[in-house]
Structures are given as structure tokens and as C-alpha cells.
């Protein structure tokens, strides 16, 4: 599928829109530390259905706000750390992950919902740093440290299942 219509991905949006809250309503602090596994099964589900999408990271640098240096920095401890890929790596460059997000066509989507710009959320004070793959995602969610531990990491298969379920209606939705 790749590339969708305007029309499609607006029903698709909308779609997301009303689904997805389901897993906050349910999973109430997924946001608090389980973003990035709720990232990593909407990116699976999408790649699926052949969706094009990205992940995106959403944070600061510690102390600069040079926004070339911070993008700088995020691709370096990516590129000399692939294949073991975790927060800490990150944080010893005093890069800080406040959320990971799904980017459909030019909207953010976590499990609030779905968002047109990043001033529309609770992280509108940050920036997207950089995007991260599908891969490197699933490597950083496989290790629990360095994520807010006020999520339940118990509750990772009932999230899992639970996008499954919402996203397998997708085609439906877009006439597939």
C-alpha cells in the first residue's frame, strides 16, 4: 500500500483517533515508560499492513538547545551503538527521551490519539530529535532500564494484543 490518499489517510487518522485511546483508558500510564513498546507494536502492525510510517524521538538535550548538535549527537550514539541499542547510551549524552511517537503522513500518534502538530500535545515544550526504525525500537524496549518504571512492564502482551486487535480492523476501514 506505501503512499495513501489524502482521503484514505484522513479515515485512517480518524480511525486511530477514536481507537487508540482505548489502550490509555485501559493502560493508564503506557505513556509513562510504555510508549516505546506501544510504538513498536503500531509500527509492527502498520509495516503489516503496509503503512508508510515512522517512529519518532521526542526530547531535549540536557543543557544546549542547538538543535543541529542535538540531531547530531542522537545519530552518532545510534550509528556507533546498532544492534545493542538502549537509553543509556542516550543518556550518556545527556539526551533525554520524554516520548516516542508514530508519525502517519504529517500527524503524531501515541495512545491518546492523534495529533496534527507537537504544540498539540503535553509535549509541545520538546522537539522531535530524530526518528528511530522499527529494529531499533524493539532493541531499546527489550531492556526495562532507562524507561519511567511507573509503567507495568507485566502489561506489555495485553498492549500488544490490544493494538492488534484495533489495527486488524484497518482495512476494513480503508476498503482493502
Given at each position: 500500500?506505501?503512499?495513501?490518499?489524502?482521503?484514505?489517510?484522513c479515515k485512517?487518522?480518524?480511525?486511530?483517533n477514536?481507537e487508540?485511546?482505548?489502550?490509555?483508558e485501559?493502560?493508564?500510564?503506557?505513556?509513562?515508560?510504555?510508549?516505546?513498546v506501544?510504538?513498536?507494536?503500531?509500527s509492527?502492525?502498520?509495516?503489516?499492513?503496509?503503512?508508510?510510517?515512522?517512529?519518532?524521538?521526542?526530547?531535549?538535550?540536557?543543557?544546549?538547545?542547538?538543535?543541529?548538535?542535538i540531531k547530531s549527537?542522537f545519530?552518532?550514539v545510534?550509528?556507533?551503538?546498532?544492534g545493542?541499542l538502549?537509553?543509556?547510551?542516550?543518556?550518556e549524552?545527556?539526551?533525554?527521551?520524554?516520548?516516542l511517537?508514530?508519525?502517519?503522513?504529517n500527524?503524531?500518534?501515541?495512545?491518546?490519539g492523534?495529533?496534527?502538530?507537537?504544540?498539540?500535545?503535553?509535549?509541545?515544550?520538546?522537539?522531535?530529535?530524530?526518528?528511530?526504525?522499527?529494529k531499533q525500537?524493539?532493541?531499546?524496549?527489550?531492556?526495562p532500564?532507562?524507561?519511567?518504571?511507573e509503567?507495568?512492564?507485566?502489561?506489555?502482551k495485553g498492549?500488544?494484543?490490544?493494538?492488534?486487535?484495533?489495527t486488524k480492523?484497518i482495512?476494513?476501514?480503508?476498503?482493502?
Amino acid at each position: 500500500m506505501g503512499f495513501l490518499t489524502y482521503q484514505a489517510e484522513c479515515k485512517l487518522l480518524e480511525f486511530l483517533n477514536e481507537e487508540l485511546p482505548k489502550v490509555q483508558e485501559k493502560y493508564r500510564t503506557i505513556n509513562a515508560g510504555g510508549c516505546g513498546v506501544f510504538a513498536q507494536f503500531l509500527s509492527e502492525e502498520l509495516t503489516k499492513l503496509g503503512i508508510d510510517h515512522q517512529i519518532v524521538w521526542i526530547g531535549r538535550h540536557w543543557y544546549t538547545k542547538d538543535k543541529r548538535k542535538i540531531k547530531s549527537l542522537f545519530r552518532r550514539v545510534i550509528k556507533t551503538n546498532e544492534g545493542n541499542l538502549s537509553l543509556k547510551y542516550f543518556h550518556e549524552e545527556e539526551l533525554s527521551l520524554a516520548h516516542l511517537m508514530v508519525e502517519v503522513g504529517n500527524h503524531l500518534v501515541d495512545a491518546t490519539g492523534v495529533y496534527a502538530d507537537l504544540e498539540d500535545t503535553c509535549w509541545e515544550h520538546l522537539n522531535i530529535i530524530g526518528t528511530l526504525t522499527l529494529k531499533q525500537v524493539t532493541e531499546m524496549v527489550s531492556t526495562p532500564s532507562g524507561w519511567n518504571d511507573e509503567f507495568d512492564r507485566e502489561h506489555i502482551k495485553g498492549v500488544g494484543s490490544m493494538v492488534k486487535k484495533i489495527t486488524k480492523k484497518i482495512p476494513k476501514v480503508l476498503e482493502i
